[in-house]
């Protein structure tokens, strides 16, 4: 499966921003992760494909909305109230069942920077 990440980019504190990610086959979930130098990668958001149960990262809890198409394998992450600490590169993230074992897929990052 390959993942295609658009719609980051700069904007200011308090802001809106809304990542797309598209997927070229099914998956069991998709998700987003980020990446901030000198920190591991955080776990952001996930919504399961089958279920559309989503699960997110204490950091954006409140703020970021995560949201799928399964007809179009399509992920999105509505961030809103974006604060500093959100500046990241942000990665797409996909799971599927392939037999028993599971298997990860990741796209390429799109940066997000929230500067005044």
């Known amino acids: 499966v390959q993942l295609q990440a658009s719609g980051g ?3 200011q504190p308090g802001g809106s921003l809304r990542l797309s990610c598209v997927a070229s086959g ?3 979930s998709m998700g987003w992760y980020r ?3 000198g920190k591991e990668r955080e776990f952001v958001a996930l919504i399961s494909t089958t279920s559309g149960i989503t ?3 204490d950091s ?3 703020r970021f909305t995560i949201s799928n198409d399964s007809a179009k394998n399509r992920v999105y992450l509505q961030m809103s109230n974006l604060k500093p600490e959100d500046t990241a590169v942000y990665y797409c993230h996909a799971m599927r069942l392939i037999g028993t074992q599971i298997t990860n897929y990741w796209g390429q990052g799109t940066q997000v920077t929230v500067s005044s």
């Open 60 to 62: 954006v809890k409140g």
């Open 55 to 57: 699960n997110y990262g």
């Open 26 to 28: 099914s998956a069991l």
């Open 9 to 11: 980019g700069l904007v």
């Open 35 to 37: 990446d901030v130098p």
